[in-house]
C-alpha cells in the first residue's frame, strides 16, 4: 500500500542536533500535538498549530548548546515533561515552561545521549554512562569506544530495566547495573537508537552510519535479530528513528530521517514481518529528529522533520488540493490570500529590518573606533569510510549558502564522482616535489542555496597525510573556515568484529621499552576507527578488514610488546615502516622481528584477480566504444557486429558512466601489485626495483598464471 503525503513547513528555529525535537502527547484523540524543539543557541521552542499558524507556547531564553531532548513523567501519566541537556547539566520543563528541575551530573564531558523514564534519567558523555534515580547516583560504566546512542528497555520478559548503549565499535552493549551484561555485533557504526514499543517492550531499532537498519530483541542474556535491511540504494547514514501507525493499519511503520535529507518510511506487510517501503522523501538537508503524530490539523496524521538549519517540517496526510464545491473555493481562496497578505506584511518588516541593519553596519564599519565582526557559521562535516566502493565519503553541510569550497591534500588521492553533486570542480597545478608541496588542489564552485556538499575521495595505503577543506560562505563580508581530516597509514582498513584465523599469515613482532598509552597512540595513528582514549586492562586486541582488496589484519598489543598479522605483506611493511618512525621519534629502541608465509603472497594475488580482470574488461570495451559506434554510422546498422560489440554498444553509456566514476582504478591495482612484489623481496634483503619494469609487462598482457610465476622466480 502506497502513501501519500504532502509537505508542509511549519517554522525554522537555529542549527539542531541529533534528537532534539518532540511531540507532546495529544490531550485527546486525533487532536493536535505540541512541537518541542532545541537549537544549538540554547533555546527550547514549544508551538501549536492553530488555522494553519504556528502559536507559540513558550521560549527560553538563549544559553549553552542544547545536545538532546527528552520527554518524561511519571510511571502511568502522560509523558509531557520536557528534559533537555546542555554541557554536563540536564533541565526539566513543564509543558506550559516552566523550568522545574536543574540537575549538573558533574561530567568532564558534555551529555551527548540522553535517555528518560520514570524517575530514572540514563546519560552519557563521549566513553562514560551514568545512570540516576530521583537524581541519585545508581551505576556507572565505562565504555571501550564511544557511546552514540542510548535507550532503556523495560518489559514483561525482562527482570529490571535494561540500559542499550550504542558504541562506536559496532556493538550494542547491554548492561546490568554497573557491568556489562553481553554486546550484540551490529553491521555497521550504530549511530541512533529507538524502543520499538513506546509502551515497554524488549525490541530495540537500531540505525547505523552507513544507512542499515534493524530490530533486535534484547533478553537477559542474550540478544536475537528479527531483521535488518540493507543500504542497497547508497543513501546516507541513519540520524533518528520513530515508530507510528501512518498507514493506519494497526502496526507501527518505522520512520526515518537521514544525514542526506532522505526521508524513509517502512511499513509491513500482513503476509511477512519482513518490512517494506512505503514512502521516500528528499529534503534539502540532513534530517536531525522525526517523530510521527497530529500537527497541522485535526485527525490527519503526519510525519514531523527537523533539519539541520532548523526546519521544522510536516508531511502530512492532508490533502493539500482537494476536490471541493464552489463555495468551498471562495472560502479556501480567501484563506490563503489571508495567508499571502500576512507574508507579504512580514516580508515587508524583514526588509525594513535588514536595510536598518546594513545602514548600523556601514555607519560603525567607517567610525574610527570600529572593530571587524567575522560573522561565525556552524559547519555539519563528516569523514567516513564506505565499505562497499573502499573511498572516504566527505559531507559538508552550513547553516548558510556555500559560495565555494577548496581541497587541498599533501598525500595522492583520487576524487571520485557523486551523483549529487551539482558543483563545478577545476583543478589546478601541483608542484608535489617541493617541501610541504600538494598533491591535489581543487576548487568547488557551488550553485546558489548550495547548503550541502558530499565529496568522494580515495587514498593510497602507505602514504599518509592530511586533507583540508577551506569553506567559503556567501554572507558579506566573506569568511572561510578550514577543516583537517588526516589520511591515516592504513586508512582503507575497517575495524571487524572476527577474521578468518586459517588463511596464510605474515607475522610483526616489535618489543621495546613503550608504554601501553604510546602503543596505543601509535596504533591510532595508523588505522581509522580505533578509540583515542586508552582502553582499560592490560592488553587489547583488535581486527581489521582492507576495504579495496578484503585482506585483514590482527593487533595485539600491551605495555612493551605488539603482535601484529596479516594475510597482506604490504600491510606488514607499511606498519613495520611508520611504527619504527614513530619509535625513532621518541628515543625509543625497538627490537623488530618478521615470521613472512611466502603462501601469503599468492593468497593476495588470487584475492585481487578478480578485480584485475574486471577492470582489464572494462577498459578494453570503453577502448572499443569510439570506434564501434564510427562503424555503425557509417553502416547504418550493428547487424554484422558479433553479439559481444553489440552488447558493447548497447551498453556504451553505463560502461563509460563506471569508468568514469572510478578513475585510476587500474592503475590502483597495478601499484598494489609492484608494492607486493617490491615488499616480498624486501623482507628477503634484496632490492627488486630493476625487474618492476617487467612486472608491467606482464601485466599489460594480464594472466594470473604468468604473475604467479613471475613472483616465485627468485
Known sequence: MEINLNRVDYVQVGVTSQKTMRLLPALGKKATQKVAIADED??????????????????????????????????????????????????????????????????????NAMYVSGADLFVCASYIYNHYCDCKDQDYYLSGDKINDIVSLSSENLARSVPVLACQDRVLRVLQG????????????????????????????????????????????????????????????????DTYDITGDGVNDILVGRDDGTVTIYGFDSSTNEPTLRFEHALSESVT??????????????????TYTGWVTGLTTEPQKAEVGAGDEVRMSKEIQSKVEALRGELEQLQVKVQLGREQYQQTSQSKTAVSVVPAFSINDKFT????????????????????????????????????????????????????????????????????????????????????????HRLQPKTCQVRQYHIKPLSLHQRAHSIDQDRPMNRLSLVGQFSFAEIHSWVVFCLPEVPEKTPAGDSVTFYFLNTFLGTQLQTTYSKGEAHFK?????????????????????????????????????????????????????????????ALKELQLHEGNTDFLIS?????????????????????????????ITDLYIDKFKFKGQNVKAKVSSLLEILDSYDLNSLLDFFSEA
Not at 661 to 667: I, T
Open 42 to 111: 540554547g533555546i527550547l521552542t514549544c508551538f501549536g498549530m492553530k488555522k494553519g499558524e504556528a502559536v507559540p507556547v513558550f521560549k527560553t531564553l538563549p544559553g549553552e548548546k542544547i545536545s538532546r531532548m527528552d520527554l518524561g513523567g511519571a510511571a502511568g501519566t502522560p509523558q509531557e515533561k520536557i528534559f533537555v541537556c546542555s554541557g554536563s547539566q540536564v533541565r526539566g520543563f513543564t509543558k506550559k515552561g516552566k523550568q522545574f528541575l536543574t540537575f549538573d551530573a558533574n561530567l568532564t564531558e558534555s551529555i
Open 178 to 241: 554497573s557491568e556489562l551484561a553481553y554486546e550484540v555485533e551490529v553491521p555497521g557504526q550504530p549511530s541512533v537508537l529507538e524502543c520499538y514499543n513506546k509502551d515497554g517492550g524488549d525490541d530495540v531499532l537500531y540505525g547505523t552510519t552507513d544507512g542499515k537498519i534493524g530490530l533486535i530483541q534484547i533478553g537477559e542474556s542474550e540478544a536475537s535479530t528479527k531483521w535488518e535491511i540493507d543500504n542497497d540504494k547508497k543513501k546516507g547514514g541513519i540520524l533518528c528513528l
Open 289 to 306: 529528529s522525526i517523530q510521527g503524530g497530529c500537527v497541522g490539523k485535526e485527525s490527519y496524521d503526519e510525519v514531523l522533520t527537523a
Open 385 to 472: 569510510l564506505c565499505q562497499d566502493d573502499a573511498s572516504y565519503s566527505l559531507t559538508l553541510e552550513v547553516q548558510t549558502a556555500i559560495d565555494n569550497l577548496l581541497l587541498q591534500s599533501d598525500v595522492p588521492i583520487d576524487l571520485l564522482n557523486v551523483d549529487n553533486n551539482s558543483a563545478v570542480v577545476s583543478f589546478s597545478e601541483c608542484d608535489s616535489e617541493q617541501p610541504n608541496g600538494n598533491f591535489l588542489l581543487a576548487t568547488y564552485r557551488c550553485q546558489a542555496n548550495t547548503t550541502r556538499l558530499e565529496l568522494k575521495v580515495r587514498s593510497i595505503e602507505g602514504q599518509y597525510g592530511t586533507l583540508q577543506a577551506y569553506v567559503t
Open 566 to 626: 596479516s594475510d597482506n605483506i604490504s600491510t606488514i611493511s607499511i606498519l613495520s615502516d611508520v611504527l619504527s618512525k614513530e619509535a625513532t621519534k621518541r628515543k625509543i629502541n625497538l627490537n623488530v622481528s618478521y615470521d613472512i608465509n611466502d603462501d601469503s603472497v599468492n593468497h593476495t594475488l588470487k584475492m585481487i584477480h578478480p578485480k584485475l580482470e574486471y577492470q582489464l574488461v572494462l577498459a578494453r570495451k570503453v577502448q572499443l566504444i569510439d
Open 644 to 672: 559481444e560489440y553489440r552488447s558493447i554498444l548497447e551498453e556504451s553509456d553505463s560502461l563509460l558512466e563506471e569508468y568514469k566514476r572510478q578513475p585510476a582504478h587500474l592503475e590502483r591495482l597495478y601499484g598494489m
